[in-house]
């Protein structure tokens, strides 16, 4: 796949088959739509292309610095690779793209850029200056400029019943399971692992403390999940804590996570956990014995799990 961050790099003198959106989640619904855009665009001998946006156009447009995405950008374009699209298009969206009318964003992106061939687009999709543009709109566009477009019916999309929204919704209330369903694959968290304060070595459940640059990304409720990572190679389980450790008196929300036989130092390094399972709430300890007692048992609880996993 072939990835651009600009628009005045692209040329191609293939037709191809565009589809365009957010596509926060990459879920089960948005991959049924763009694995139907690649097998139309292979049987037709097309370029099969994904336009996609960043930042989230509610960042320019409303200020919205509280909107939280699924995923970073970076874990977008590794979800979207592995669908098997021919090109991606992460196009910035900026207070001046927002201003081109449905007509110039037609003409000057899909057509005179794109070379598009056919349009594949959601029922209720929109775009252009306020959002000008809509599905008829773009069929007079097709007859003008000479592609076609194909609208995925309300009816398809409900067929999944599965939506971005519904996904960070289960996210927040630590339903993992259900959201991983949504989505098709684990949710993750993509981070560098930075120094900690070492507590965790000192009653021996060492943690891996994972910092997330992108302030936009979601962060599931505080509490313990059992997780999953491939580092250097080797696939690791653990348990992951996200919270603000009241038992030692913690002030800032962390996110910590305690790898099963792994001791190989990771300090400065990007790691990526797959989120399997909210296994409790954060709770306040008596003392940091009982913490630890507590910790034992949550890992005997995960590597049940885990065990159910790799031998069902």
């Not at 120094?195 to 965790?200: H, W």
């Not at 296994?279 to 065990?307: C, G, H, M, P, W």
Request: no cysteine; net charge positive.
């Amino acid at each position: 796949m072939k990835i651009f961050t600009n628009l005045s790099n692209f040329k191609s003198t293939n037709k191809t088959f565009v589809t365009i959106g957010t596509f926060d989640g990459v879920h089960i619904g948005h991959q049924k739509v763009i694995k139907k855009l690649i097998k139309s665009a292979k049987n037709n001998n097309a370029t099969a292309v994904l336009l996609t946006f960043f930042p989230h156009p509610r960042m320019v447009l409303q200020k919205d610095l509280d909107i939280k995405l699924i995923n970073t950008i970076e874990e977008r374009t590794e979800l979207l690779e592995n669908l098997g699209l021919d090109i991606l298009v992460i196009h910035e969206f900026s207070l001046e793209f927002a201003k081109l009318s449905a007509l110039e964003f037609v003409r000057n992106i899909l057509v005179n850029t794109l070379n598009i061939s056919r349009l594949v687009i959601g029922y209720d999709h929109h775009f252009g200056k306020n959002r000008e543009g809509n599905f008829e709109q773009l069929q007079e566009y097709g007859h003008t400029y000479n592609f076609k477009v194909k609208k995925i019916s309300q009816k398809e999309i409900s067929d999944i019943t599965v939506s971005s929204t519904k996904v960070r919704n289960a996210i927040e209330k630590g339903e993992i399971v259900k959201a991983n369903s949504y989505l098709g694959y684990n949710f993750m968290l993509t981070g560098i692992v930075v120094e900690g304060k070492n507590l965790g070595e000192k009653i021996g459940f060492p943690t891996a403390n994972l910092h997330i640059s992108e302030t936009y990304k979601l962060i599931p409720k505080t509490g313990a999940y059992i997780v999953k990572s491939n580092i250097q190679n080797k696939v690791v389980f653990g348990m992951m804590n996200i919270g603000f450790r009241p038992t030692v008196s913690g002030v800032n929300q962390t996110i910590e996570i305690h790898f099963f036989n792994f001791n190989s130092r990771i300090y400065g390094k990007k790691i990526q956990i797959e989120v399997l399972k909210f296994l409790r709430e954060e709770q306040k300890f008596n003392s940091v014995e009982a913490l630890k007692n507590q910790l034992a048992k949550d890992k005997k609880t995960s590597e049940n799990y885990i065990n159910g996993i790799l031998f069902e």
